[in-house]
């Protein structure tokens, strides 16, 4: 079956701007997650989604960065005023918990 | 707070030589630990979990909780397993009480099987 998908691919944006990146789950897992994977810094999480609310959005970096998740599938991450420490590559799981967490190709994103 | 620690950024052997990948972790609860790998150019995917106890593609890892380490090995390392491997931990505890399972990811090790 279909696995996790995101868009875009990649993502190039001027230091300032703001952006959207999106993550369409695995159908009828009720969980999903948020991770940057940055040069030497390995993955690190950032929001984590049961249904519709996000219990732990503990690893958000800043108030730039929000997340929303509508319907129970589709999750949008918004990264605001982009600076070019957000350059990374954004990934997203989904799971049926407390199953395996299964992980997109993830958006390469670079602020110039 | 968990943390997992991969002390080796790269790591690089012959084939057919045996390959350990190390993995500590800090977390004063319960933990489930996995590897994940990154082929070039696939997604990441998952490897193994203690859990499991069985071993994938030739490679097994023994929890072991006095020296709270969860090593990756195998016997003897093929070209194809030339990636990037990451050691994760979740926290069973958060998960009784309904703090979700997040991952928390070591740094990762390239390993780099040479003919």
């Known amino acids: 079956g279909a696995g996790v998908s995101q868009s875009p691919s990649n993502k190039v944006t001027e230091k300032g701007k703001d952006v959207e990146l999106r993550c369409d789950p695995i159908?009828?897992?009720?969980?999903l997650y948020w991770y940057r994977q940055s040069l030497g810094q390995g993955l690190e999480f950032l929001i984590y989604f049961q249904g519709n609310s996000a219990p732990d959005k503990s690893g958000l970096p800043s108030d730039r960065f929000s997340a929303e998740r509508t319907g129970g599938s589709v999750s949008t991450l918004t990264i605001q005023r982009t600076q070019q420490e957000d350059s990374a590559v954004y990934l997203c799981a989904s799971s049926s918990p407390p199953n395996t967490q299964y992980f997109g190709p993830g958006t390469r994103l670079t602020v110039l | 707070a968990q943390r997992v620690t991969q002390p080796e950024k790269l790591l690089s052997v012959f084939k057919g030589a045996p390959v350990e990948l190390k993995c500590n972790y800090s977390y004063s609860g319960s933990p489930e630990l996995f590897w994940y790998v990154q082929y070039s150019r696939q997604r990441l995917q998952l490897l193994l979990r203690h859990i499991s106890r069985e071993s994938i593609k030739g490679f097994t890892a023994d929890l072991n909780k006095g020296e709270t380490s969860f090593h990756l090995k195998k016997p003897f390392a093929q070209e194809e397993d030339s990636a990037m491997y990451y050691c994760a931990l979740r926290a069973l505890n958060l998960i009784l009480t309904g703090g979700g399972n997040k991952l928390t990811f070591g740094t990762g090790t390239q390993l780099k099987v040479e003919l």
């Open positions: 159908s009828g897992h009720t969980a």
